[in-house]
């Protein structure tokens, strides 16, 4: 079973569109989280979201959004791609407590053409 | 401010030789620390965490770190490397923000290893 699962595993598309990645956890964690992992694999993180509370990088544009229908899940929106949104991009969720950790997903390689 | 800086971008070692990845943070409090894998084509994997306690944490796949608050360093370590150890390592320490999984990670070293 894949505790940290993320759709599509790559993802190729013209600027301008706007696009989606969707991300699904089944460890019952509290938080999840995405990261971007440039071209020279520098990761970065994004936002960080429980039910309580979005916490955003302020360096990520706001054509970024994430979007969670409910715990499990932590869909990225990103609307008027840039050639410069080319990246991994990596989910992860953790749980809020002490001795938290963050499980990763596999990534969704993003191809702007 | 909070930073985390791995000195070497690529090191390669012999099959069955011993591996040391240096990894050196800045941070305000008693930091959490991690180093994740990454070989080729897939996600991160945890190796080792280190939150409290014991200096010298063991993880999986006979790696192991020791914390060196003095240094502000957490070193990898493996006493001898498989070729299947190939691949992109990260360090990590948190956490920052509102949440504990809210990571800064070093730019990665990537290990090739010779046969």
């Known amino acids: 079973d894949t505790a940290v699962s993320q759709t599509p595993k790559y993802l190729v598309t013209q600027m301008g569109n706007d696009k989606s990645i969707k991300c699904e956890q089944n460890l019952g964690h509290d938080t999840m989280y995405w990261y971007k992992q440039d071209s020279k694999k520098f990761l970065k993180i994004m936002f960080s979201?429980?039910?309580?509370?979005?916490?955003i990088n302020e360096t990520v544009p706001n054509r970024f959004s994430p979007k969670s229908p409910d715990k499990a899940h932590l869909n990225l929106h990103i609307n008027s791609l840039e050639l410069g949104d080319s990246a991994v991009y990596f989910c992860?969720?953790?749980?809020?407590?002490?001795?938290?950790?963050?499980?990763f997903g596999q990534g969704t390689r993003l191809t702007v053409v | 401010a909070q930073s985390v800086t791995q000195p070497d971008i690529h090191i390669t070692v012999s099959e069955g030789a011993s591996l040391e990845l240096r990894c050196n943070y800045s941070y305000g409090a008693t930091p959490y620390l991690f180093w994740y894998v990454q070989s080729p084509g897939q996600g991160l994997q945890l190796l080792l965490k280190?939150?409290?306690?014991?200096?010298l944490v063991q993880g999986i796949k006979g790696f192991e770190a020791e914390f060196k608050r003095s240094q502000s360093s957490f070193n990898l370590r493996k006493p001898s490397v498989h070729w299947s150890d190939a691949a992109e390592y990260f360090c990590?320490?948190?956490?920052?923000?509102?949440?504990?999984?809210?990571?800064?990670f070093g730019k990665g070293t990537k290990l090739s290893v010779k046969p």
């Open positions: 992860a969720s953790s749980h809020e407590g002490r001795s938290a950790e963050a499980f």
């Open positions: 990590a320490v948190g956490p920052y923000g509102g949440s504990q999984g809210n990571l800064i």
């Open positions: 280190y939150f409290s306690g014991d200096t």
């Open positions: 979201y429980n039910n309580k509370e979005l916490i």
